[in-house]
């Protein structure tokens, strides 16, 4: 332990902390650029976005998606600094931000949930996705999350290789998704009748985050909260 504490301070000494926005020698996130992230405080009905405090739908939406509710970390705004740790914890897997990270997906999650018959389940990369990334950044965040509140983890999701969601249209991503993400076989057991906590980085349309969750409640989930760091 001493010397594992004694290598980090080596480390620490070697390579200064650096801001990852304002390049500050500090900490990965300097205390102003973090103070600038600013916590999700008030949800939203998914679909009409209006403002309301837990991320279930309004009665108006209600049935537009198969999930049931939609909880955030962070306000999004392009070109921020949340742009920045995301793109630092996809890339270079920085330690630090996957414990800043964790520390906010918990602090939502207990807003609304206490753990009870609850499963912890990461949105899918495809295999082609992954070797070409080296690893699937939901499934990191989702399993340290489940570690760190002792709850059950479950990678149960698989997803087709299609062509990369980000860069098509709205109606075409709904095309580009469709029968793209099932259960793995054998894991309907493990989700029957379960909460389900499905854990992605960014949404932007929902689409992909409900194609898990058609997939999830056709292996009799019986609710499904999605909990993400932001809406891009
Ligand atoms: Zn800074
Ligand atoms: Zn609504």
């Known amino acids: 332990m001493w010397t594992l504490y004694c290598v980090h301070m080596f480390?620490?000494?070697?390579?200064?902390?650096?801001?990852i926005n304002c390049e500050k020698f500090e900490d990965?996130?300097?205390k102003e650029c973090k103070n600038s992230l600013k916590v999700v405080g008030f949800q939203r009905c998914p679909n009409c976005?209006?403002?309301?405090?837990?991320g279930k739908f309004c009665d108006m939406c209600l049935?537009?998606?198969y999930f049931d509710q939609l909880i955030l970390c962070f306000l999004y705004d392009r070109n921020t600094v949340l742009q920045k740790l995301v793109v630092n914890f996809k890339y270079k897997f920085l330690r630090d931000i996957?414990?800043?990270?964790?520390?906010i997906l918990e602090n939502q999650f207990l807003k609304f949930f206490s753990g009870e018959?609850?499963?912890?389940?990461?949105v899918p990369m495809?295999?082609?996705?992954?070797?070409?990334?080296?690893d699937n950044h939901a499934k990191i965040l989702a399993d340290n999350f489940a570690k760190k509140l002792n709850l059950k983890f479950c990678d149960a999701l698989w997803r087709i290789h299609r062509e990369d969601q980000a860069k098509l249209k709205r109606n075409d991503r709904l095309i580009n998704l469709k029968n793209s993400i099932f259960v793995k076989k054998g894991y309907e057991s493990f989700l029957f009748g379960k909460t389900v906590i499905l854990i992605d980085d960014i949404v932007t349309t929902c689409s992909t985050v409900n194609e898990c969750s058609k997939a999830l409640k056709t292996a009799k989930a019986k609710y499904i909260c999605v909990l993400a760091l932001a809406r891009g």
């Open 11 to 19: 480390l620490d000494f070697l390579f200064p902390k650096r801001c």
């Open 126 to 134: 495809s295999k082609e996705k992954i070797r070409l990334r080296g």
């Open 49 to 54: 976005k209006r403002k309301n405090f837990c």
């Open 63 to 65: 049935g537009s998606f």
């Open 98 to 103: 996957s414990k800043f990270f964790i520390n």
């Open 117 to 122: 018959n609850i499963v912890v389940v990461p």
């Open 28 to 30: 990965f996130l300097c």
